[in-house]
């Protein structure tokens, strides 16, 4: 229902912001880690959000980036990881080490997130890894180079990246134009999303 709004924010608070949309205020919960970028400022900025509906209860989730957002959605479509839970993780571990975290079956790293114990942290790689392996791999693999495709790290750190919220082809572009023949996951990924972000 609202993809983004665009306002001025009128209060940051310690989970959430208000959000001046053309007079109408907006509470939006936000990632700490995301609210501690923002001040209150007449600066017009861009939340990307996610409307939450349940019988007795209906939020506004909001975060910086698309990426984020799209990471934030397949985080709740894990069972038994709700809104809360999905921006607790997305506060408490970066985008880049919960990928790797995801790729290399990382259940320690995981775990390290508060709220989260062993069994959900195996669910969360299990499902999410299985999904983009089940849905998308078979096609990405046949979209990257020879060379490349016979390196089990690159599929790895492509289904990590697809987790995050990347396109197919965003990967792909990246990993065609630079060398990781022998590179661990780790490096694979931290590569890749240096160059995302330039």
Not at 17 to 45: A, R, T
Not at 169 to 183: H, L
């Amino acid at each position: 229902m609202y993809a983004f709004l665009k306002g001025k924010i009128e209060n940051v608070l310690e989970d959430k912001i208000e959000l001046d949309v053309n007079g109408m205020g907006y509470e939006i919960f936000m990632p700490e880690n995301e609210i501690s970028q923002l001040e209150k400022s007449d600066k017009v900025i861009k939340i990307n959000t996610y409307l939450h509906v349940r019988e007795d209860d209906v939020r506004l989730f909001g975060f910086l980036s698309s990426n984020t957002l799209e990471f934030f959605k397949k985080l709740i479509s894990v069972s038994g990881v709700g809104p809360k839970v999905a921006i607790g993780i997305i506060s408490n571990i970066s985008a880049s080490d919960m990928c790797i975290a995801i790729a290399t079956e990382n259940v320690a790293e995981i775990k390290k997130v508060p709220g989260i114990g062993p069994k959900m942290a195996q669910k969360i790689i299990f499902e999410l890894k299985d999904k983009i392996m089940k849905d998308e791999i078979s096609n990405i693999k046949n979209n990257v180079k020879v060379a490349n495709k016979k390196n089990t790290n690159v599929s790895e750190a492509i289904t990590a990246l697809q987790v995050l919220g990347y396109s197919e082809k965003e990967i792909n572009e990246v990993i065609s134009n630079i060398e990781i023949e022998n590179d661990k996951v780790e490096d694979i990924i931290k590569k890749v999303l240096k160059q995302m972000q330039k």
